[in-house]
T-cell receptor
Framework: RKEVEQDPGPFNVPEGATVAFNCTYS??????FFWYRQDCRKEPKLLMS???SGNEDGRFTAQLNRASQYISLLIRDSKLSDSATYLC??????????FGKGTRLHILP | NAGVTQTPKFQVLKTGQSMTLQCAQD?????MYWYRQDPGMGLRLIYY???????DKGEVPNGYNVSRLNKREFSLRLESAAPSQTSVYFC????????????FGPGTRLLVL
């Protein structure tokens, strides 16, 4: 099993729809979890940290499921500007940082 | 604040040439990182510096060297460039370690012929 796995997509979703991504991780001792967003030919930028209790920021909701070892990202009422690649990041006890390969999202007008 | 800056933005090298990629951050962060990003491979850690004066290998360190010049600056050197090192290189910094948010520079696009 790969350390961090994401569905590469692309997800083609009509504007206004709800879309969800999952990211699975193999190390049960992983400590910190993040979602980053990367626009085409740009650097990654933090979208959200993922907390054990789950967290929400506007239209974005992140969840952590430690038992099944995955994190999720839900985007409600999607906008054209949400089109990007979404990167899952997991950090272990030893501070080892692993990036997923990313999920590409295209919001269709 | 400029955040994380990288130079150069683009570079073309011939096989065997050497070059240094520069990175600087003005956020007073302790930790700095160098990644490469290749199509279909995601971001892979080359080297990192948890704090000033320390450097450690990441997932793909072969063919690279780093220097943490001071708290602000972290450079990446290719001693003898190879076509396999054609990639986009990102520098990042965080307050302390991988459990904190990382802030990325705009990247350096390197082509090795």
């Amino acid at each position: 099993r790969k350390e961090v796995e994401q569905d590469p997509g692309p997800f083609n979703v009509p504007e206004g729809a709800t879309v969800a991504f999952n990211c699975t991780y193999s190390n049960s001792a992983s400590q910190s979890f993040f979602w980053y967003r990367q626009d085409c030919r740009k650097e990654p930028k933090l979208l959200m940290s993922v907390y054990s209790s789950g967290n929400e920021d506007g239209r974005f909701t992140a969840q952590l499921n430690r038992a099944s070892q995955y994190i999720s990202l839900l985007i409600r009422d999607s906008k054209l500007s949400d089109s990007a690649t979404y990167l899952c990041v997991v950090t272990g006890l030893d501070d080892k940082i692993i990036f997923g390969k990313g999920t590409r999202l295209h919001i269709l007008p | 604040n400029a955040g994380v800056t990288q130079t150069p933005k683009f570079q073309v090298l011939k096989t065997g040439q050497s070059m240094t990629l520069q990175c600087a951050q003005d956020m007073n962060h302790n930790s700095m990182y160098w990644y490469r990003q290749d199509p279909g491979m995601g971001l892979r850690l080359i080297y990192y510096s948890a704090s000033e004066g320390t450097t450690d290998k990441g997932e793909v360190p072969n063919g690279y060297n780093v220097s943490r010049l001071n708290k602000r600056e972290f450079s990446l050197r290719l001693e003898s460039a190879a076509p396999s090192q054609t990639s986009v290189y990102f520098c990042a910094s965080s307050d302390y370690g991988g459990k904190e948010t990382q802030y990325f520079g705009p990247g350096t696009r390197l082509l090795v012929l």
